[in-house]
Every structure is written in C-alpha cells, then in structure tokens.
C-alpha cells in the first residue's frame, strides 16, 4: 500500500516473508495448491483447499481438510475427490464450524458439460468425517448464473455469505463476475439480498470482483477481493480491498487504484484471513510461481 493510500488497514500480503504449506501436486502451469478457508477451534487451525491439474487433465480434483498446532505445518484428515462428486471441477470450499460446534464444508461444483457453478454442503462432527454421500444443493443457480467460491460466516444471529457469480447467457463472458450476497437463518436455505461488489470500469479490476475474505472492524467491514482486467487474466486475478459497513453488508466499495497485493509472476488470489487472539491475524493465500504453477502459502501478522 503507498504512502496517502485512503484505504483502510487490512493485512496486506508480502510473499517475501511467508512459508510454503501446500506445494502444488506438480510443477508447471496449470498445477495448482490453494483457494484456501481456514478456521480456529480450540487452538488448533483448519485449512481446507483445493488441489488443481491443468484443463484436460482433471482441473480441480480434489479438496482437502487439514489441521495444525502453528498454522505452518499441517496433518490432512480428510480429502473429497472429484470423482466422489457429481462434477467437471471442485473449486474453492469455504470451511465453517457452525454456533452449535458441528463442521460445514461448502464445496463449489462444475455442473458436467457446462460452464455453470453450484454450491453444495457435507456436515459432520468433526472434520475428519466428512462424508460425500450426505451432502446437499444450498446454492443451486440458476440457467444465467453461476455460483461459487462463497466466504460465510455467522454473526449476530444471521448467516452471511458472499459468493461469486457468473453470468451464462452470452457464450465467451462466462469468466465475468460479481459478489453477490445472502443471509440465512441455518446457513442452508439462503436468501439473496443483491450484488455487493462488481468490478470498475477502466480499472485492473474491470473484469470482475470476487470476495474472498471478510473482516470485520468495529463498525466498519473491510473485505479482500480477487480482481481482473481481462478474461485473459483468468486463473491470475490481483488481490483488492474494499470497505463497507455493519449495517449494509451488500455493499462494498472498492478502494484504491492499484491491487493491494500480486505476485511478481501473475496472481495472488483467494486471500483468506484468520484472527488469531492477541490480535493476530494469519493469511493464507494462493500465490503464483515463477513458473506459472500456484502454491498455498502463509504469513503471520
């Protein structure tokens, strides 16, 4: 961020100074670890992700659930194949424990043969038992719109959530997005209240604005978002920032001229951002390597 930035203190990542936790499942482009959802319970961090191979060889393959002790090295508990899923590709879940102590995980689904998205959830006890054979549509879109990646979180007495979505009537502008977002009252039967942030006209961000992580500042709501300026961009989108405030969730305004973070290489996306006591945060985001392949890595603040 430069000096007389007017954006507001979120923890901006610097690449230079954070730790590898999940190296892609092979090298080169296409090959992909990241699109991150981490949660804190009772001192131990879980990070679900997603694990990628290149358009023909399987796309998103397979999300993951892990735990650690440091937020650095991590034990996997659980892993869904794509192939225990009716779909094309699994994208970013979105890992959440519910007030009453059970676990959600959210997954974002291809449908087959198209280019729409869906969201559907697996609950369980504890997030090593999850189990695929019980999940269920929550976020079904529709023929024009698809929908993925969603970022939830319960507060005051409401679910909240913020997901991207695509539109699908015009053949080539499917990789267009905004956030729209919902509240619910069980985190299940969503009900839509509008689009909370589309991307600007003439900015690195014209393309399409995807939420990716929430947080919240007393009154204030800052969000990180995945921003591009082309459909080429794709797959290599900038992180952003955007604010809003607590009583109007669905509206962010986006700030700044440039990007708050990117790699030296493409993208930096997905960022997710854990609080941690003591006022601590850990970022965990999906960073792009020099030779095209993505990583998920962290860093401390």
Not at 27 to 42: C, F, I, R, T
Not at 85 to 100: G, K, M, N, Q, Y
Not at 211 to 216: E, F, K
Request: aromatic share 8%; net charge negative.
């Amino acid at each position: 961020m430069k000096e007389n930035d007017p954006r507001p203190a979120l923890p901006g990542p610097r690449p230079e100074r954070s730790v590898l936790v999940v190296a892609p499942p092979q090298d080169g482009p296409g090959h992909w670890a990241g699109a991150p959802s981490s949660v804190l319970a009772d001192g131990v961090i879980y990070l679900a992700y997603r694990l990628r191979r290149p358009i023909g060889q399987g796309r998103g393959y397979a999300v993951a659930v892990a735990r650690s002790l440091d937020g650095e090295r991590f034990e996997t508990i659980y892993t869904l194949g794509s192939e225990e899923v009716d779909t094309d590709s699994l994208e970013r879940p979105a890992l959440v424990r519910t007030p009453e102590g059970r676990w959600r995980l959210y997954i974002s689904c291809a449908t087959r043969g198209s280019k729409h998205w869906r969201v559907e959830v697996l609950e369980a006890g504890d997030p090593s038992l999850f189990d695929a054979a019980k999940r269920t549509v929550v976020l079904p879109g529709d023929p024009k719109t698809g929908v993925k990646d969603p970022v939830i979180m319960h507060r005051d007495g409401v679910w909240h959530l913020w997901a991207s979505c695509h539109p699908l009537e015009e053949p080539g502008e499917e990789d267009q997005m905004v956030t729209d977002y919902a509240t619910s009252l069980d985190g299940l039967v969503w009900t839509w209240q509008g689009t909370a942030l589309s991307g600007r006209p003439g900015h690195w961000d014209s393309r399409g604005a995807r939420v990716s992580a929430i947080v919240h500042d007393g009154d204030t709501i800052l969000a990180a978002y995945d921003g591009r300026a082309s459909a080429a961009e794709n797959y290599e989108e900038r992180t952003g920032i955007a604010t809003g405030t607590g009583t109007d969730n669905a509206t962010l305004i986006p700030l700044g001229a440039e990007p708050l973070a990117q790699s030296p290489y493409g993208g930096l996306r997905y960022l997710d951002i854990l609080p941690l006591p003591g006022g601590h945060r850990r970022l965990y985001y999906e960073l792009t390597r020099q030779d095209g392949t993505h990583e998920l890595r962290t860093e401390l603040h």
